[in-house]
Structure formats: C-alpha cells, structure tokens
C-alpha cells in the first residue's frame, strides 16, 4: 500500500520482471485505514510472515500497535502480524541522527522525524512479545520477529 500510485509503478518492471507481479494487490491509500480494514476481517489476524513498513515516520507506533500489539476491537484482542513472523522497520537511524548529540546541525525534515524514530525505537527496544535486530545497512533497518 502506498498513498503514491507512481512509486509503486516505479518498481513494478522490477516485480514483473522476478514474476511475482500476480502476487501483489496493490492500494493506493494511506496506508491507516487499509490496516484497519484488514483487521476488520478475522482470516487477516496474526497471518502475515512478513510485513515491511516504509512510510511515514511519525506514524509507525500506530501502525506497530496494529501489526502486533492487542487491539481491541469489539472487546476482541487482535493483531496481523503472525508469531514467528517477521516485520521489517525502514529508516530507524535516520540519518544517523538518532545518536546525533541534541543541537547537532540536522536538515530540517529529518529533525522534525528524529523525535518519532526514537520514540519507536525505545519502544521496540523494551517490547516483550518482539526480539529485535537492527541492521546498520542504508539508513537502518530494524527487523522484529514476534515472539507471542
Ligand atoms: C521512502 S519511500 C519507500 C517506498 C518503497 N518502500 C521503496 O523502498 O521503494 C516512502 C513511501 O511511503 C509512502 N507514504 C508516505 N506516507 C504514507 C502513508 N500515510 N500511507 C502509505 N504510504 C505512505 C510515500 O508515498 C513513499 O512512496
């Protein structure tokens, strides 16, 4: 899902190309109440092997409470992510400002998103029901495999 119909053609030639097109259904949409629909349907909950979220920095401690911690719906606990399953966090050093000191010079919109990443990163860090594993490649990747 992407709210950019174009980034996703982008890639496609690539998809096509590894003959994997026919596994994609693409949504054009914020990526929000697309998760919020998944959830609304029961095959979805804790199904998925591997989910990779590359979007808006300020927003992936909502989509990790949808991905894997309890939401209450309907007084149900639910979640997608599957046990075992793996989810895929891009860009958590953002620029490497995440260990910058407090008044380094920082471009504005990574300054603005700094705050957000480090706030999901504290958070996955001391997160029971995930074991993490931050990868230093390109601007950081943080894999998180759900334990329960
Ligand atoms: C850095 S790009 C990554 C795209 C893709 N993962 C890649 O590596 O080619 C971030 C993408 O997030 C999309 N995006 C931003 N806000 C979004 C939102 N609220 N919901 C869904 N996608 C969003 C943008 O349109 C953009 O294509």
């Known amino acids: 899902m992407d709210i950019n119909r174009e980034n996703y053609e982008l890639g496609l030639p690539v998809i096509q190309k590894a003959g994997v097109a026919h596994k994609i259904e693409f949504k054009e949409s914020p990526a929000m109440p697309v998760l919020d629909e998944l959830l609304q349907d029961e095959k979805n909950h804790g199904s998925y092997d591997f989910i990779f979220v590359d979007a808006d920095?300020?927003?992936?401690?909502?989509?990790?409470?949808?991905?894997?911690?309890?939401?209450?719906?309907?007084?149900?606990?639910?979640?997608?992510?599957?046990?075992?399953?793996?989810?895929?966090?891009?860009?958590?050093?953002?620029?490497?400002?995440?260990?910058?000191?407090?008044?380094?010079?920082?471009?504005?919109?990574?300054?603005?998103?700094?705050?957000?990443?480090?706030?999901l990163n504290k958070a996955l860090a001391v997160d029971p029901r995930i074991e993490i594993c931050m990868l230093p490649v390109g601007d950081g990747i943080t894999l998180c495999r759900r334990l329960k």
């Open 57 to 119: 920095k300020d927003n992936y401690l909502n989509y990790h409470r949808r991905l894997i911690e309890l939401v209450k719906v309907d007084k149900r606990s639910i979640e997608l992510a599957k046990v075992g399953g793996l989810i895929g966090y891009d860009n958590t050093l953002w620029n490497g400002s995440v260990v910058a000191p407090a008044d380094a010079p920082l471009r504005k919109f990574v300054r603005y998103y700094r705050d957000f990443v480090m706030e």
